[in-house]
């Protein structure tokens, strides 16, 4: 009795131990590019953590708690961020309560004009601006010449020269404050997660690499930050970044959807 009693908890015991040492020998978030049949988003940052297993490395049936567990792990990204936009991620979806990646690319929910790496749906229908777009990404790649980081200033210019870009060529632009906040705010994403989140500077070369490659910048140094990035860090900065892009709505409207009423003054 005694005998058979311990010989089920060290069953127990090292029942434990395998389950962990499993997770740890199948998932060691080596960087891996998506494969046949697995899904990608509109979302740099997002299909980086798949590539790299820190969310489903299918892009398939993700969760709100799947993106609030990998966003800490891989990207010390806080939970307030990524709660809210885990829930719009949800109304994308057909979905009850998970989306595929490329759900995500709904307009008009978090997905967006101007962007910085994609090309308005307008220039790119049936989803084709789900994939980074170097064309696009251009703009940001030259910008803040002569240095090796990008700051809040070659921010908001970047959005600032794809807005341009959008209001010259696109006549079904929908540019609003649900957009600049949305704009602005993954502006202050790359710089605070990749960067110095106080000074708001980043070195280009990370940047890049998770835009063009959707890969961690570890292998050129980056670090996950210490401090966590939350809204109280990234808020103030797409302030500041809305602010040095001078921005004005032209409003516009999604299909279906109110024209939005502008005020003038
Ligand atoms: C882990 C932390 C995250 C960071 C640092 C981040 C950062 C960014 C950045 C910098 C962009 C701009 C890309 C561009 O303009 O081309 C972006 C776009 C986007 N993100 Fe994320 N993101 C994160 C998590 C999420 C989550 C959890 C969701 C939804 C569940 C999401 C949905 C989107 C979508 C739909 C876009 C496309 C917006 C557009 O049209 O440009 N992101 N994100
Ligand atoms: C994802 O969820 C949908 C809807 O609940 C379901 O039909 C599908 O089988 C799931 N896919 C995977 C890969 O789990
Ligand atoms: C990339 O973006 C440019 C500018 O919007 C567009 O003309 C081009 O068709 C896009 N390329 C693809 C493959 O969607
Ligand atoms: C987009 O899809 C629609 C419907 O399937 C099709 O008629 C149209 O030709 C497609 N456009 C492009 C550019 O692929
Ligand atoms: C950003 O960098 C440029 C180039 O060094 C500089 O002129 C500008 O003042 C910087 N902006 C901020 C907010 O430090
Ligand atoms: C955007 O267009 C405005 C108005 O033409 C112009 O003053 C501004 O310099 C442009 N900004 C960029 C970054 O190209």
Known sequence: MLGSIR?????????????????????????????????????PFLNTLANHGYVPRNGKNVTIRDVVDGGREGFNVGPNFL????????????????????????????????????ADAFFAPNDTNLAFNETVYQTLASSNPGVDYYNITSAGWV????????????????????????????????????????????????????????????????????????????????????AASNWIPTGGAYPGQQELVLFSG
């Open 7 to 43: 010989l089920l908890s060290l069953f127990c015991v090292f029942g434990g131990l395998m389950t962990m040492a499993s997770a740890h020998r199948t998932e060691n978030h080596e960087f891996r590019p998506p494969g046949e049949g697995d899904i990608r988003s509109p979302c």
């Open 83 to 118: 709660k809210v936009v885990g829930k719009k991620g949800y109304l994308t979806s057909p979905y009850i309560d998970s989306f595929d990646l490329n759900h995500l690319n709904l307009r008009g929910c978090i997905e967006t004009d101007a962007s910085l790496t994609r």
């Open 159 to 242: 959005l600032q020269a794809r807005l341009n870009d959008s209001l010259a060529n696109n006549p079904e632009l929908v540019n609003g404050p649900k957009e600049i906040f949305n704009r602005a705010g993954a502006s202050a994403l790359y710089l605070s997660v990749l960067g110095d989140p106080k000074a708001g500077t980043v070195p280009k070369k990370f940047v890049d690499t998770v835009f063009r490659e959707e890969r961690m910048p570890d292998i050129y140094g980056w670090r996950k930050s210490e401090i966590v990035i939350d809204l109280d860090i990234v808020l103030p900065l797409a302030q500041a970044i809305q």
